[in-house]
Structures are given as structure tokens and as C-alpha cells.
């Protein structure tokens, strides 16, 4: 099906349809590497936040 398509676009429509294919690889690979960062950073947040709230705690317990 993809092979009827591109014999019957002309080499012009040909390299636009390249263009546009690489450039939202390159998005989806850019999006994927931010979604990874932003995930790690989240988990670091989240084991600073818990650490202090059990510092906070051992403090208080602590008579």
C-alpha cells in the first residue's frame, strides 16, 4: 500500500513526506528522553521528600 502511495507522489512530495517523517521521529525520541528525565527527577524528589518527613519524625519521637 505505502509503495503505490509513494510511486504515485511526485519527488517533491516524496522529500516533504521524508521531512515530516524524520522530524516526528525526532519529536517522539525527543519526548521520550524528556518523559525519562522528568520521571528519574520525580523519583528523586520524591525519595528527598520522604527521607526528610522520616527525619522529621525520628526527631519528634524522640523524648
Known amino acids: 500500500m ?25 519529536i517522539l525520541i525527543a519526548i521520550a528522553g524528556l518523559s525519562i528525565n522528568e520521571y528519574r527527577a520525580a523519583q528523586q524528589r520524591m525519595t528527598k521528600e520522604v527521607s526528610v518527613i522520616s527525619d522529621v519524625l525520628a526527631n519528634n519521637m524522640t523524648i
Open 2 to 26: 505505502i509503495n503505490k502511495l509513494l510511486l504515485r507522489l511526485s519527488m517533491g512530495q516524496k522529500i516533504v513526506a521524508l521531512i515530516v517523517s524524520v522530524s516526528m521521529v525526532s
